[in-house]
């Protein structure tokens, strides 16, 4: 490659970057910095408007167009500081490749770097959502392809590559995400081009160093915490018979607490209307809610009880631990460990779980609304075996990890049909009753209905949802 013409290039706008000078061996190798700041010592300047991030990836992504001739360009993020020429760090990689980046070092495809993006507030969750719709039906050919981080790319000027980068230009302006990593993986299948990886950190190596140390941090960020209401989601997918019974009482509860009332009777995009679940993630953007509580359909609130929304701290995913009954714990380490064999297979090896989450009551606070963060599929084995048998809570139980917060019993006190449960539910402490085990649950519902403190309130929530039904028809 001496031979060669090497350009090593960046870009930083609005002070984006305190952008580092090159190496004293700059030999071979022309420096050039795309900017609308100060020039730096070592580097060719060439001015560019101010314009926000999406603006700013112009220069990144068509090296083609805007660089002067050359035979091999290194794109580096402006925050990094090189160590040693460029040149030093190519004859280290892939000979014959075209593109060449750094593998990916948390994320295998693009619906992992989805969730990390969610997960660390670095867009939000409808413009990922949106992009993500690229890949739908075309799963399997993008898992094929190594999911790269672009702090680094080296490419050389080739038409194959050219076509790239117009594709993934294209992709970006047109979908929402501020993440570019979200749309290069459809770049390559587009124009046919496929990566190579570099055969070390591309973070840091000894080439370079200084990854994500941006001027400041924070403006990698692009929300701050929501203020928006709380809002109380279920999925009803037709037929739904217990729904009749437990939904006025769920409506009540909302009233009663000033929260929003969502009901999600459309299946999702999964073969399981389980799955359906993780579609109450789009009320966060919808209502910019500060929190969702996701209840089953089958979840009976006695009338006056307070909400789980009041506990503390206000973060983090609330939902009771099946570990912590005895006749549970069998089952629930008999899931997890189905669990983790199919995701071997699936997605990603997962560590062992301390806790395991019952998905019927479910507190979802915004800083960790990338629990609803959009998924590639779902488990077959779930949906032609029914085993596992809870597969969307398995992939919630995992998705909580590190930020689980053991939910008090009082709110999601089920299986009716053990011995003792039933009168337990009575008591004045049990707020939340789930019918999950119960044999007949539309029996047990109307059973549970005739209980004092249900009889009490019966008349008051007629009135009430009659009254909703003359507003609403004008009469």
Request: glycine share 6%.
């Amino acid at each position: 490659m001496n031979s060669e013409r090497v350009i090593a290039y960046t870009v930083c706008t609005g002070g984006y970057d305190l952008v580092q000078p090159p190496p004293p061996d700059t030999s071979g190798v022309r420096w050039i910095l795309f900017t609308d700041g100060d020039p730096v010592d070592g580097y060719e300047t060439v001015r560019v408007p101010s314009c926000d991030r999406k603006g700013s990836r112009l220069w990144k992504m068509l090296p083609h167009r805007h660089l002067p001739p050359h035979d091999v360009s290194v794109y580096f993020d402006a925050c990094h500081k090189w160590r040693e020429s460029p040149r030093a760090m190519l004859d280290q990689l892939p000979t014959g490749a075209e593109w060449i980046g750094s593998r990916h070092q948390s994320a295998r495809n693009v619906w992992e770097h989805a969730h990390q993006v969610l997960r660390f507030d670095l867009d939000v969750r409808d413009a990922v959502a949106r992009t993500l719709r690229l890949y739908v039906g075309i799963e399997a050919d993008c898992a094929c392809i190594p999911m790269t981080e672009n702090n680094v790319i080296v490419r050389r000027n080739t038409p194959a590559v050219a076509r790239c980068n117009e594709e993934w230009h294209r992709l970006y302006t047109e979908t929402p995400c501020v993440r570019d990593q979200m749309t290069l993986p459809m770049a390559f299948l587009l124009s046919g081009v496929r990566p190579a990886t570099m055969p070390f950190s591309g973070r840091n190596n000894r080439f370079y160093n200084g990854f994500l140390k941006h001027a400041n941090n924070e403006q990698r960020k692009v929300r701050c915490r929501r203020t928006g209401p709380v809002v109380v989601a279920t999925v009803s997918v037709p037929p739904d018979p217990v729904f009749a019974h437990t939904r006025p009482w769920m409506e009540r509860f909302c009233r009663e607490h000033g929260y929003v009332f969502e009901v999600i009777t459309e299946q999702g995009p999964h073969r399981s209307a389980h799955w359906t679940k993780f579609e109450a993630g789009r009320f966060f953007e919808q209502y910019n809610a500060r929190a969702v509580l996701l209840l089953d359909s089958d979840i009976l609130i006695k009338p006056g009880s307070p909400s789980p929304v009041d506990l503390e701290p206000k973060s983090g995913v609330w939902a009771f631990n099946s570990m912590t009954l005895d006749y549970m714990v069998p089952c629930a380490q008999e899931q997890m460990e189905l669990f983790e064999k199919t995701a071997r297979h699936e997605m990603q090896s997962i560590p062992p779980c301390p806790h395991y989450m019952n998905s019927g009551v479910v507190l979802v606070w915004d800083d960790a609304e990338d629990f609803f963060a959009p998924l590639p599929f779902e488990s077959p084995v779930s949906t032609t075996r029914n085993w596992p048998r809870f597969d969307d809570q398995n992939m919630m139980n995992h998705r909580a990890r590190g930020r689980f917060r053991e939910l008090p019993r009082s709110w999601n006190f089920g299986h009716p049909g053990r011995t003792g449960n039933m009168d337990r539910m009575k008591m004045r402490d049990i707020f939340f009753l789930h019918l999950n085990g119960a044999d007949d649950k539309v029996r047990t519902v109307e059973e549970m209905l005739k209980w004092e403190c249900f009889k009490t309130s019966t008349n008051t929530v007629r009135n009430e949802r009659e009254e909703n039904s003359q507003g609403e028809t004008g009469d």
